[in-house]
């Protein structure tokens, strides 16, 4: 009986410490067990573009920010008192490669690429985070006024454009973050307010509306919306491959830019996947 027990015992510890091994080694970016764990889709399409490919997302990240740093890495920065963070992964297994965790009186907010540094706004502290890659070594900190929400860089113009969460875009100097200019946005004369995540893409401003399902297109000369992109059947298809209804706060936001493929890499908070989509012109 000793015996048997022993080597009971020694089967026991053998199947723990591989069960260990594998559970450690698994990535951060894994979605949640109630979602669809398929990867692979057909092309969906719909009115405004295709729905070409899905890659796995974290569903812990309230994401706030998304930037493709390189033909293989995201950087994506994530929100929630007590878990902001700023995480660089795999943009196509989701695999995480480095991350950095912001104290826990901060929210993480917008997040943008200028040169070979990341900034990552916060929503209330007023304080803009660096990062040197590839380790996300932190940097010196920038400060500015009211709140941050959105943020993106204008390459041409060395220009760094803030969303609030109003109608109005700042403009700040990318060395210094001075405030350079600021910017109404309009359509059809009327304010468009709650703008959110932005991305600069061939001149143009892309950004998330809070609570909407729509991407529009802003002229930064003029702040006219210039087009306006209807997303429903994208978070339509994130909603069941979540597996769950979505809450009120798990909205679409997340827009990053591929100009090699002309395509765009677009998430939300707490989302299962980041879904490949090509945009129809407009």
Same mark, same amino acid.
């Given at each position: 009986m000793g015996m048997r027990k022993s080597s009971y015992l020694s089967s026991l510890l053998s199947l @723990?410490?591989?069960?260990?091994l594998v559970f450690t080694t698994l990535p951060l970016f894994t979605g949640c067990s109630g979602a669809n764990q398929n990867h692979d889709m057909k092309p969906v399409t719909f009115e405004d573009g295709q729905i070409i490919q899905r890659i796995p997302h974290d569903t812990k990240s309230f994401t706030q920010g998304l930037e493709l740093i390189s033909e293989n890495v995201m950087a994506e920065s994530s929100g929630m008192w007590g878990e902001s963070a700023v995480t660089l992964y795999d943009k196509t297994t989701g695999k995480v490669r480095a991350t950095h965790r912001l104290s826990d009186d901060e929210f993480g907010e917008g997040l943008t690429?200028?040169?070979?540094?990341?900034?990552?706004? @916060?929503?209330?502290?007023?304080?803009?985070? =660096?990062?040197?890659?590839?380790?996300? =070594?932190?940097?010196?900190?920038?400060?500015?006024?009211?709140?941050?929400?959105?943020?993106?860089?204008?390459?041409?113009?060395?220009?760094?454009?803030?969303s609030d969460g109003s109608d109005t875009l700042t403009a700040h100097d990318p060395a210094t973050f001075e405030e350079v200019q600021t910017l109404q946005v309009h359509e059809n004369g009327q304010p468009v307010v709650q703008i959110n995540e932005l991305e600069m893409v061939q001149g143009n401003i892309y950004a998330n509306l809070w609570h909407s399902e729509d991407i529009v297109v802003i002229d930064p000369k003029s702040g006219e919306v210039i087009a306006r992109y209807h997303?429903?059947?994208?978070?339509?298809? $994130?909603? @069941?491959?979540?597996?769950? $209804?979505? =809450?009120k706060e798990q909205v679409l936001n997340g827009i990053a830019y591929d100009a090699q493929t002309n395509r765009f890499y677009l998430t939300g908070k707490q989302w299962p996947y980041t879904y490949v989509v090509e945009l129809k012109a407009k």
């Open positions: @723990t410490l591989i069960a260990t690429l200028v040169d070979n540094t990341l900034i990552q706004l @916060t929503w209330q502290k007023g304080v803009a985070h =660096t990062y040197s890659l590839p380790d996300l =070594t932190p940097g010196p900190d920038f400060h500015y006024t009211g709140e941050g929400w959105g943020l993106c860089y204008d390459n041409d113009n060395r220009l760094l454009w803030r997303l429903s059947p994208l978070v339509a298809l $994130a909603e @069941t491959d979540n597996g769950q $209804a979505f =809450t």
